[in-house]
C-alpha cells in the first residue's frame, strides 16, 4: 500500500432482482474509484443551513435482540462503501448528481435508528442495504439535510446505544476499522465514523486493490482500541500505512479528535 493521507457482508439494493445478476463493468468501477481517491470536500457550507449535504445511514435496532455492536458498525461502513462505489454513482448514473455534491462538499453522515415497519419503510428510500452476522445498516443516497425523505426525518438519531461485545480476534484478509474506545463515542456516532473510513481506505487503495476489496462485497471487520493499541495503530498512520479519520467535531467528541483507524488487508 503506498503512503496514504489521513482524513461475513452481503450487499443489496432494495429494488434490484438477484436473479438477475448485471455484467460487472471494470472501467466504470476504475472510474468511480478514481473520483473517491480524489478526496473530498473543499467547497465551504452553503449559506441556507438546509442545504448542507449529508449522507443519512439508517441503522435497524430491533427492540428485542439486537444484533452486536461490532456487527451493526461493520454493516455501517460496508454499505457507505458500497454506496460510494455504486454504478448508480459514476458518470451518466441516477444517483451521480445527487452524490457528487455530497462528496465534493463537506462531508457529513447521519445515523439514524430503526425497526419493524420504520426499517421496512427505509428500504424504499434509494440506498444500498448490508447485512452482517445478521445486522443491518442501510446508507441512503446522499441529499440536503432539508429535504431528507419523511421516511427518514421521523427516525431517532440519539438515544439508542447498543453494549461494547468482544467478537474476538479480526479475520486478516478484511480490512480493520479500529475504534478509540477512549473517546465513548455512542453507535451511532461510531457508525457515521467507520462510514467515513470505509470510505477514506477505498479512496487511498489502489484500482486493483479496491477491486479486489469489493469482489469480497467490501467486507470489514471493526474491533474496539484501547489505550495500549491505540499508539500502535496512530504510527502506523504515520508511517502511511493506514487511515485516519478525524472529527469535525460536531457532535460528541472535540474537533480534531482522531476516531478510527483503517488498516488494510494483509493481502490485498
Same mark, same amino acid.
Given at each position: 500500500?503506498?503512503?496514504?493521507?489521513?482524513?461475513?457482508?452481503?450487499?443489496?439494493?432494495?429494488?434490484?432482482?438477484?436473479?438477475?445478476?448485471?455484467?460487472?463493468?471494470?472501467?466504470?468501477?476504475?472510474?468511480?474509484?478514481?473520483?473517491?481517491?480524489?478526496?473530498?470536500?473543499?467547497?465551504?457550507?452553503?449559506?441556507?443551513?438546509?442545504?448542507?449535504?449529508?449522507?443519512?445511514?439508517?441503522?435497524?435496532?430491533?427492540?428485542?435482540?439486537?444484533?452486536?455492536?461490532?456487527?451493526?458498525?461493520?454493516?455501517?461502513?460496508?454499505?457507505?462503501?458500497?454506496?460510494?462505489?455504486?454504478?448508480?454513482?459514476?458518470?451518466?448514473?441516477?444517483? /451521480?448528481?445527487?452524490? &457528487?455534491? !455530497?462528496?465534493?462538499?463537506?462531508? *457529513?453522515?447521519?445515523? =439514524?435508528? #430503526?425497526?419493524?415497519? @420504520? +426499517?421496512?419503510?427505509?428500504?424504499?428510500?434509494?440506498?444500498?442495504?448490508?447485512?452482517?452476522?445478521?445486522?443491518?445498516?442501510?446508507?441512503?443516497?446522499?441529499?440536503?439535510?432539508?429535504?431528507?425523505?419523511?421516511?427518514?426525518?421521523?427516525?431517532?438519531?440519539?438515544?439508542?446505544?447498543?453494549?461494547?461485545?468482544?467478537?474476538?480476534?479480526?479475520?486478516?484478509?478484511?480490512?480493520?476499522?479500529?475504534?478509540?474506545?477512549?473517546?465513548?463515542?455512542?453507535?451511532?456516532?461510531?457508525?457515521?465514523?467507520?462510514?467515513?473510513?470505509?470510505?477514506?481506505?477505498?479512496?487511498?487503495?489502489? /484500482?486493483?486493490?479496491? &477491486?479486489? !476489496?469489493?469482489?469480497?462485497?467490501? *467486507?470489514?471487520?471493526? =474491533?474496539? #482500541?484501547?489505550?495500549? @493499541? +491505540?499508539?500502535?495503530?496512530?504510527?502506523?498512520?504515520?508511517?502511511?500505512?493506514?487511515?485516519?479519520?478525524?472529527?469535525?467535531?460536531?457532535?460528541?467528541?472535540?474537533?480534531?479528535?482522531?476516531?478510527?483507524?483503517?488498516?488494510?488487508?494483509?493481502?490485498?
Amino acid at each position: 500500500m503506498s503512503s496514504i493521507p489521513e482524513c461475513g457482508a452481503g450487499v443489496r439494493d432494495a429494488v434490484a432482482d438477484p436473479s438477475e445478476p448485471a455484467e460487472f463493468d471494470e472501467e466504470g468501477f476504475r472510474a468511480r474509484h478514481a473520483e473517491l481517491a480524489q478526496g473530498y470536500g473543499g467547497a465551504g457550507d452553503p449559506d441556507d443551513p438546509a442545504m448542507v449535504q449529508a449522507m443519512q445511514i439508517v441503522l435497524h435496532l430491533p427492540k428485542v435482540d439486537p444484533p452486536p455492536r461490532s456487527a451493526v458498525l461493520a454493516a455501517a461502513a460496508t454499505a457507505s462503501v458500497a454506496l460510494c462505489l455504486d454504478e448508480r454513482v459514476g458518470p451518466g448514473g441516477e444517483w /451521480a448528481q445527487r452524490y &457528487l455534491a !455530497w462528496k465534493r462538499s463537506r462531508i *457529513r453522515k447521519v445515523s =439514524r435508528r #430503526a425497526r419493524g415497519a @420504520q +426499517w421496512l419503510a427505509a428500504n424504499e428510500v434509494d440506498g444500498v442495504t448490508v447485512e452482517v452476522e445478521g445486522a443491518q445498516a442501510r446508507a441512503l443516497v446522499p441529499g440536503p439535510v432539508g429535504a431528507v425523505d419523511p421516511r427518514i426525518k421521523r427516525l431517532q438519531i440519539g438515544g439508542t446505544d447498543l453494549e461494547h461485545d468482544d467478537p474476538g480476534p479480526a479475520d486478516p484478509e478484511l480490512p480493520v476499522l479500529w475504534v478509540n474506545s477512549a473517546l465513548g463515542m455512542t453507535v451511532g456516532k461510531a457508525a457515521a465514523q467507520v462510514g467515513h473510513a470505509s470510505m477514506l481506505l477505498a479512496g487511498a487503495l489502489t /484500482a486493483a486493490q479496491a &477491486l479486489r !476489496w469489493a469482489e469480497r462485497e467490501f *467486507r470489514c471487520s471493526v =474491533r474496539e #482500541a484501547d489505550a495500549r @493499541q +491505540w499508539p500502535t495503530l496512530v504510527d502506523q498512520v504515520a508511517r502511511g500505512t493506514a487511515v485516519a479519520v478525524r472529527d469535525a467535531g460536531f457532535t460528541e467528541v472535540a474537533p480534531g479528535s482522531m476516531t478510527v483507524i483503517a488498516v488494510p488487508a494483509r493481502s490485498r
